[in-house]
């Protein structure tokens, strides 16, 4: 037995000085990314918000509506466009798309899955449904644009 070991602890030792000089583990407690500051609707302290991580961002029951892609949704006071540009200006590309109500919504273009023409079930004056990650409440978006617009856009 002793003799099965003996090599296995000489190639251990010839190892030994290159595990000196290898590189730590990353802290994974450390959050990676920029994350920005989100008044929430009740008007208590800042949330942080990874940019990366935004799917949509709208309007919604008079607030401005964030959904991510964790499947959560944060709902702030600030002005949707002004989010938007914050997100923007952090690294992921946004597509300015109108929803069915002639608002605004600014989808994550990485996190888009599918566009297709609108079925009935969506508002009226709906042209494309987009599907994405990270949606709370819904599987898609409708938006006024065509499916051509949609992909004209994400073209851009």
């Known amino acids: 037995m002793r003799q099965r070991l003996a090599p296995r602890f000489a190639l251990l ?5 290159g595990l000196a000089t290898a590189q730590p583990a ?3 407690a450390t959050p990676s990314g920029t994350f920005l500051d989100i008044v929430p609707t ?3 302290g800042a949330v942080k918000l ?3 991580q935004v799917v949509r ?7 401005t509506v964030i959904d991510t892609a964790a499947y959560v949704q944060q709902r702030t006071i600030e002005a949707p466009d002004s ?5 923007a200006a952090a690294g992921p590309r946004l597509v300015a798309l109108t929803d069915p109500s002639g608002q605004r919504t600014w989808l994550a ?3 888009i899955v599918l566009v297709r023409g609108s079925e009935e079930r969506h508002a009226a004056g ?10 709370r409440f819904s599987q898609d978006v409708a938006v006024r644009e065509s499916v051509a617009e949609v992909m004209a856009a994400l073209a851009r």
Do not use: K, N, T
Not at 13 to 17: G, M, S
Not at 57 to 63: N, P, S
């Open 50 to 52: 990874a940019a990366h």
């Open 13 to 17: 030792l010839c190892l030994a000085p």
């Open 57 to 63: 961002i709208g309007r919604a029951e008079g607030y």
């Open 109 to 111: 273009a990485d996190r």
């Open 83 to 87: 989010v938007a540009r914050r997100v």
């Open 26 to 28: 990353p802290d994974l």
């Open 126 to 135: 709906s042209r494309a449904a987009i599907v994405m990650v990270g949606l």
């Open 42 to 44: 009740a008007g208590q």
